[in-house]
């Protein structure tokens, strides 16, 4: 390695880490005397040699110290006061003298070294840049490119980092994470997705920063990017519910008077909200008005279905929500999912009870009464228990992207790597896989041999 190139490097290194010139060389060094003992001077562990950089020519020097003697009787600690002499007049025997003993092939073994604590240098340079840049960006949005699948399913992306680096990388490794990701997206090497940046962590090797495709934020995010208003406060983004890849439910509110928060979010002919819909998958999006008043607020959170009239239980936040018979699958939407966000939304636990909108004492009944719709929340919440309570099984995905559990074959499987490993949870009616988290269904089944 030439000198230029070498101090060139140097400096780098110390003007990214933020530490001095002499911090650097001092750690070359090190590295240069530890390859010294291990190479040549195996059994001595003597304090008297040491390595340093000629700063004239950045070669190493190795030197030993040893004592100036009147009759040398160790000649690896000691030397003559007549030879010393030659070179230094006024030297008396008792003091110790530096003598050069560079081994001849050491040049090489140096050089080595040297380049090998500089790119590891650079390296470390290069993740605290990486840190420095991005730990004031958790919850912000990111463009970045699919890569490749990594363990446990885990997909690599890569951010774009544009002229913010210094050094050589022009990008930055992200991990988005099973369970941050949508069931509907597909994951193809090469694709530019939108991310919401979640975690940034530094470790020893690297930076860590962790991206989701599921977070309530990148619908957030987006709403930013594609509303003026949102960005500039005009709008007010009050709550946020999400079933990624199916439904969000946003809730917000005008700052501004005579301002359409709804309107404003939607855009002309819903060409804002299209945009982030498009960004999603065609995930569905409702944009419903926040309300201070809770049971306002709740009847806005079941749209599109319309309440007659809503009781609240203010103690146990509990709401009765009544609605007409042909509203009722509207408010509870497939598989309760409607509800469920509006749930989730409001922060109240929300019961539907059907009749007509004159019927306001059907929310005064008490819990006991017979309700076809109670009992069928109550039917399901029993069965969602009995998934909790099913045991939690690995399989291996077959190459044609299936999985076998009791002799039978479920699938194929979207957006999984055939040979991962996916987990599986089955009732004596249905099946359920997921990735590595339970949190990220991939598909449900039923049983072979069972029926709707």
């Not at 210094?166 to 490794?173: G, P």
Request: glycine share 6%.
């Amino acid at each position: 390695m030439a000198k230029s190139e070498f101090y060139a490097a140097v400096d780098m290194i110390a003007s990214q880490r933020g530490i001095s010139r002499d911090i650097i060389i001092s750690q070359v060094e090190e590295a240069l005397l530890k390859a010294y003992r291990r190479l040549f001077d195996k059994t001595s562990t003597d304090p008297d040699v040491t390595i340093r950089l000629d700063p004239k020519t950045g070669h190493a020097v190795v030197s030993a110290s040893k004592m100036v003697v009147e009759d040398v009787l160790d000649p690896t600690h000691e030397i003559d006061i007549a030879e010393v002499r030659k070179v230094k007049p006024d030297i008396i025997a008792g003091q110790t003298f530096l003598v050069e003993i560079t081994p001849k092939d050491f040049g090489r073994i140096a050089a080595q070294t040297m380049r090998q604590v500089l790119l590891q240098g650079l390296h470390h340079a290069e993740r605290d840049h990486i840190y420095d840049e991005f730990i004031d960006r958790e919850g912000q949005l990111v463009t970045a490119v699919v890569r490749r699948y990594d363990r446990g399913n885990s997909i690599i992306v890569e951010i774009d980092r544009g002229k913010s680096s210094n050094l050589d990388a022009r990008h930055a490794e992200a991990w988005l994470s099973s369970k941050d990701q949508s069931p509907v997206d597909r994951y193809t090497a090469g694709t530019r997705m939108k991310f919401v940046i979640t975690r940034v962590e530094r470790t020893e090797r690297d930076v860590r920063i962790a991206v989701s495709r599921s977070s309530p934020d990148l619908v957030r995010r987006l709403l930013e990017v594609e509303v003026p208003e949102v960005q500039s406060g005009l709008v007010e983004i009050r709550a946020i519910a999400r079933e990624a890849g199916v439904r969000t439910k946003v809730a917000v509110s005008a700052q501004q008077e005579g301002l359409d928060p709804i309107g404003a979010c939607v855009g002309i002919r819903g060409t804002r909200i299209q945009h982030i819909v498009s960004e999603l998958g065609s995930e569905k999006i409702d944009v419903v008005p926040w309300s201070p008043d809770p049971a306002r607020f709740i009847a806005n959170a079941l749209s599109p279905a319309r309440v007659s009239a809503v009781s609240l239980n203010e103690s146990d936040r509990t709401a009765r929500v009544l609605v007409a018979e042909e509203q009722a699958s509207l408010a509870i939407g497939k598989e309760g999912q409607n509800v469920r966000l509006a749930v989730r939304l409001t922060s109240w636990r929300i019961d539907i009870v059907k009749g007509n909108a004159g019927d306001t004492a059907l929310l005064d009944a008490t819990s006991g009464e017979a309700n076809p719709l109670r009992e069928a929340r109550e039917r399901a919440e029993a069965a969602e228990l009995e998934w909790q309570r099913a045991v939690r099984e690995e399989r291996k995905v077959k190459p044609n992207r299936t999985v076998d559990y009791d002799s039978q074959s479920y699938g194929p499987l979207d957006n999984v790597v055939p040979g991962s490993t996916v987990i599986i949870r089955a009732t004596s009616r249905a099946l359920r896989i997921f990735r590595d988290n339970p949190e990220q269904l991939i598909g449900e089944y039923l049983r072979a041999g069972t029926s709707e």
